[in-house]
């Protein structure tokens, strides 16, 4: 009964700024990866960002320097500032998570940025960057 919902989209100029939200509901797991994805048109899906739940964060090379993941635990939200938008960053952004019941053997930080794969998927929400 886990649900995202993304928000905080929209147009930008190139050089602006952004901050996308994600509100999660029905998501109590003491383990778990979230993530932000993007999608632009003729491309492949991306993970752009990753946080774990101890709060470690991993970005892809694209977005390092520029976009920051965070959470706030207590409104259980996740959020992704972006700063210096580039035209490139034009895509439908989406919040992802997965859940692990147990602890896992594995190290979350590095997993959730190398081989994550969610359990749960948020609607989208579209950025769009002009030059």
């Known amino acids: 009964q886990v649900e995202l919902v993304e928000s905080g989209g929209g147009s930008v100029q190139a050089g602006g700024s952004l901050r996308l939200s994600c509100a999660a509901s029905?998501?109590?797991?003491?383990?778990?990866?979230m993530g932000w994805f993007r999608q632009a048109p003729g491309k492949e899906r991306e993970g752009v960002a990753f946080?774990?739940?101890?709060?470690?964060?991993s970005y892809a090379d694209s977005v390092k320097g520029r976009f920051t993941i965070s959470k706030d635990n207590a409104k259980n939200t996740l959020y992704l500032q972006m700063n210096s938008l580039k035209p490139e960053d034009t895509a439908m952004y989406y919040c992802?998570?997965?859940?692990?019941?147990?602890?896992?053997?594995?190290?979350?930080?590095?997993?959730?940025?190398?081989?994550?794969?969610?359990?749960?998927w948020g609607q989208g929400t579209p950025v769009t960057v002009s030059s």
């Open positions: 992802a998570a997965e859940s692990f019941s147990i602890s896992p053997a594995f190290a979350l930080q590095r997993y959730c940025s190398r081989a994550m794969t969610p359990n749960y």
């Open positions: 029905g998501f109590t797991y003491n383990y778990y990866c």
């Open positions: 946080i774990d739940s101890d709060g470690s964060t």
